[in-house]
């Protein structure tokens, strides 16, 4: 890693952000400023191959979808809380 940010970055793959509702969260948010984070998955094998900021004409997201990315958070953040605050008070 550049810039001496060994042991602080933790390269993570683009499907695990996608699987833990960040992706759903960071969408949410940067929708009312008319930007999405677009994820290109290979058709076959539906695998991520690009990540890009994008400008966008739709404003959120419907409510299963809500409903889903609220769940998807909430869990990651209970099965990771220790560690998150943890990290904070580091």
């Not at 290979?42 to 990315?69: L, W």
Request: proline share 2%; with cysteine; net charge negative.
């Amino acid at each position: 890693m550049k810039g001496g940010a060994e042991g602080v970055v933790e390269e993570k793959e683009i499907q695990e952000f996608m699987n833990v509702g960040l992706l759903w969260f960071v969408n949410s948010i940067i929708h009312v400023f008319g930007w999405a984070i677009v994820v290109e998955c290979d058709d076959f094998t539906k695998i991520p191959i690009r990540m890009f900021p994008a400008r966008v004409k739709f404003r959120g997201f419907a409510e299963k979808n809500n409903t889903d990315g609220y769940i998807r958070v909430s869990k990651y953040m209970k099965d990771n809380a220790s560690d998150l605050l943890r990290e904070a008070k580091e």
